[in-house]
């Protein structure tokens, strides 16, 4: 029997159009759901819109809607968001549904006939955007501390769950299973507010008189019930509760998405709900941080409120996924710019895995006519040892993964992917090939082919589409992961057809962001620089390249667009020498290549890297520095 897995959005308020917050926390089900389908769980993904409450019947009045023509418009915006970027939801709720009322009714009178509601009187200090309570010590010089508001003080009768019956219970069962509520941070929050003080009980009917949109109680149509109370109800309604065959198999086997925000419902409320109701409680309540825009380097044309659909549309679906899910630190808040995104995409993704797998492919063509090449016996010791290595990284990724810790899961991938690079120039196959050493060669390229699938199928559910040209590329279209078959590091067969696999990752150029606050420090702080030390030194990446093709850039009296090969890899380069040199002189020439710079953009071309030229004097014109042509490309300054 499969393992199960069973993983939940917070359902979406209808008050708002889709925004960055909720893709993130959708993208990352999705990514989980297709992890654990990976290695072998059966797994199941739930998402849906929260459409009942007083913000919904406000903003559908202001709308000249009815409640139900705008939860209808709006969900239907959120189902069109996430099918535009592929997020395969196994299901979708909507609280407005019928199976859901069914629900919330059948487990409200449960807790009714079970006596843990009752009928009183209260008054306190409401938050209309909150749709909540608070106590006094949760407000804020009398207002709600979340929407800086008045709260205004409305007395009332409604009706109280039992929420206090529970609070020992609830102490007892976070400290069994101390991972209950995750990361760590979060389960001291809830057991602070349950150990430090005494809960109320929680009021969940609203007067119809005052609200009408809303599920009514099913023991006093003059009530509906409160939003959290239906809300939370979501992750089994949709499953069937309490007696469907879907409910039976997945339930309690729970992971619970949400944002810091809503803690407190998901870790208080909604367990003691759960025991009332005599419902096993779920598995896991994994709270994820802020987004934290950084006004300053977004550029105009995205704005502060990101809408997702135009960040997969400005940077692509992949390079999105890849910078959620690397760039978070699950629990804390990360900051999002258009920057950070760039980087992201310029240096993890292209330069580090696109650069990688470009130059491997490359090889295969240039030296075996684009076929998978045989594995001599006599290298068997260097796939040895990146197998070493990729096992270890995969079993990282794995076990860091299924402890929500995805980025650190991620960057064990990436430092493989840093090794293989480590791996191309330390072997030189452009060397081997010179030298005639077909069979060290071989070996080489056949080892970095198959890093190449290994990392193509672990990287699916993160990397969807480059995963799938990699494996297209390798003729091995649909590949599923089998772990003691990738590890091998010989999952392909000799001769398999190697095709171009294109550039996966093309580079971004940054848009107004010379003038920034952080990159006028980066150049002040070079200016201050003095001496650096032998490490400092050694991350300077400079390598023999061989300049293929020059010419001048159009509109510029100084500039030439050279074509280089710097060892298997070709890059473009700018360069201040169209006064010094003619073009057609330098093609052929062998150059130092700072490889390792940061690209930057020149003349609205993207210079990757620097030729090193030098000057007898400071106003003297530049002299390129040749390289004896017997040097082959891509060896390093030593």
């Not at 009714?105 to 009714?112: N, P």
């Not at 809830?190 to 109680?217: F, H, N, Q, T, Y």
């Not at 007696?243 to 086997?253: E, H, N, Q, S």
């Not at 014109?621 to 891509?634: C, K, M, R």
Request: with cysteine; aromatic share 12%; hydrophobic share 40%.
């Amino acid at each position: 029997m499969k393992k199960l897995f069973y993983v939940t959005t917070p359902i979406y308020y209808v008050n708002s159009e889709p925004h960055i917050g909720h893709a993130y926390t959708t993208i990352l089900a999705d990514f989980l759901k297709r992890f654990y389908m990976m290695i072998g769980y059966d797994a199941y993904f739930l998402t849906g819109t929260d459409e009942h409450g007083d913000k919904i019947a406000k903003a559908a009045q202001e709308n000249g809607a009815s409640p139900q023509e705008y939860t209808d418009r709006i969900s239907s915006s959120f189902k069109q968001v996430w099918k535009e970027m592929d997020l395969q939801y196994d299901d979708f709720i909507r609280t407005s549904e019928g199976r859901h009322r069914k629900a919330v009714q059948s487990i409200l009178q449960k807790v009714y006939d079970g006596g843990d509601i009752y009928f009183g009187s209260y008054g306190g200090y409401y938050c209309f955007g909150c749709e909540r309570y608070f106590t006094e010590k949760e407000m804020s010089d009398g207002k709600c501390p979340d929407h800086d508001t008045k709260l205004e003080y409305i007395e009332e009768s409604n009706y109280f769950f039992k929420m206090s019956k529970y609070q020992g219970w609830l102490i007892n069962h976070i400290k069994a299973n101390p991972d209950f509520i995750r990361p760590e941070r979060y389960r001291n929050e809830v057991m602070s507010l349950l150990e430090g003080e005494v809960l109320e009980d929680l009021c969940i009917s609203r007067p119809k008189a005052r609200l009408k949109w809303g599920i009514p109680l099913p023991f006093d149509e003059n009530y509906v019930t409160y939003v959290w109370f239906d809300a939370l109800i979501n992750y089994v309604s949709a499953l069937g509760y309490p007696d469907g065959d879907t409910f039976r198999k997945y339930w309690p086997a729970a992971q619970h998405i949400i944002a810091k925000d809503i803690v407190k419902p998901h870790g208080v409320f909604w367990p003691t709900m759960l025991k009332a109701a005599g419902i096993e409680p779920y598995r896991h309540l994994n709270v994820h941080g802020y987004w934290n825009m950084e006004e300053a380097k977004m550029s105009k044309s995205l704005g502060n409120v990101v809408r997702p659909v135009d960040l997969m549309k400005k940077f692509g679906d992949d390079q999105i996924r890849y910078f959620f899910l690397r760039e978070m630190t699950f629990g804390l808040d990360a900051k999002f710019s258009e920057e950070s995104v760039i980087n992201r995409i310029n240096y993890d993704l292209a330069n580090d895995l696109g650069n990688m797998v470009k130059r491997s492919f490359n090889m295969a063509e240039r030296y075996f006519g684009g076929k998978v090449p045989p594995y001599p016996q006599e290298a068997v010791h260097e796939r040895d040892i990146l197998k070493e290595k990729f096992i270890r990284a995969l079993d990282e990724y794995v076990d860091n993964t299924m402890a929500f810790r995805f980025n650190s899961g991620i960057q064990h991938l990436w430092e493989f992917i840093g090794s293989l690079n480590k791996y191309i120039d330390e072997t030189k196959p452009w060397v081997l090939a010179k030298e005639g050493k077909t069979g060290h060669l071989s070996a080489v390229i056949r080892n970095l082919l198959e890093s190449c699938f290994a990392l193509a199928v672990v990287l699916s559910p993160v990397l969807r589409n480059a995963s799938v040209k990699i494996l297209e590329a390798l003729d091995m279209a649909g590949s599923q992961f089998d772990r003691m078959k990738i590890i091998s590091l010989d999952s392909l067969e000799d001769g398999g057809a190697v095709r171009d696999v294109g550039v996966l990752f093309p580079k971004l150029e940054k848009e107004g962001l010379e003038g920034d606050a952080s990159v006028k420090k980066e150049q002040k702080m070079a200016e201050n620089d003095g001496l650096i030390d032998i490490k400092e030194f050694a991350k300077v990446d400079i390598r023999v390249a061989e300049i293929l093709k020059a010419a001048r850039i159009e509109g510029s009296d100084k500039l030439l667009e050279l074509e280089i090969d710097s060892g298997g890899e070709r890059r473009t380069l700018v360069a201040g020498l169209a006064k010094q040199y003619d073009a057609e002189y330098l093609v052929g020439k062998k150059i130092l290549l700072v490889a390792n710079l940061k690209p930057a953009t020149i003349f609205k071309r993207t210079s990757q890297g620097m030729l090193l030229a030098a000057k007898k004097e400071k106003n003297d014109a530049p002299v390129l520095i040749e390289i004896d042509p017997s040097i082959p490309n891509g060896a390093r300054l030593s």
